[in-house]
């Protein structure tokens, strides 16, 4: 192999060692933003729990609907970290190439994002919330949007094999239906 077409390749492996560091720093701020709007509508929500509405007309389901864009931000911040670090180059490589990151890594981050995740959602079913994640199941049209049908999908017909987006309902009312991609009746 010819030493400039090393060079070439290093040059282009060292490029996107990069790009991942500031995907990597971009996903934490985002998470960061995403944790600091779930505290303050938590200390909402728990202030109307105790019966302390300010006469705003702020209800249950309103906090819900607000809470919703936060807990998908989570969702698609913890996937694309799984996706990125999926993608890294091998380990020697990064270590050849440039030092570890001092802040968090990748890995340790998609592994935050899940846990938040995680809490949130048993935050949000302490309160009377139902998040409706469940494949296997029979496509509903009460509970489910179809985004996408698969033809060659394994599986039962017209059974969910994948969630885009989760559902949520509030008191057993739906307050969004689940976005999901189905084997193909």
């Known amino acids: 192999m010819d030493p400039s077409d090393i060079e070439t390749r290093l040059e282009d492996l060292l490029r996107e060692v990069r ?42 389901e309103q906090l819900l609907r607000a809470l919703l864009p ?34 968090v890594t990748l890995g340790l981050l998609a592994d935050g994002l899940r846990l938040l995740r995680a809490q949130l959602e048993a935050a949000l079913n302490s309160v009377g919330v139902e998040v409706d994640r469940r494949v296997g199941v029979i496509v509903d049209a009460e ?22 987006r989760p559902g949520y309902s509030f008191e057993g009312i739906r307050i969004r239906e689940t976005d999901v991609v189905v084997k193909e009746s």
């Open 143 to 164: 509970r489910h949007r179809v985004v996408e049908v698969r033809r060659n999908a394994p599986g039962p017909r017209e059974t969910v094999l994948e969630i885009v």
């Open 19 to 60: 790009r991942q560091g500031r995907a990597s720093v971009a996903a934490q701020a985002a998470s960061e933003s995403c944790l600091e709007a779930v505290n303050g509508l938590r200390k909402d929500f728990e202030g109307f729990k105790e019966g302390d509405d300010d006469g705003d007309g702020t209800s249950g």
């Open 70 to 103: 936060v807990f998908d931000a989570i969702d698609r911040v913890a996937q694309q970290a799984k996706t990125a670090r999926a993608k890294a180059p091998a380990p020697w490589i990064q270590k050849l190439l440039s030092p570890p990151p001092d802040d």
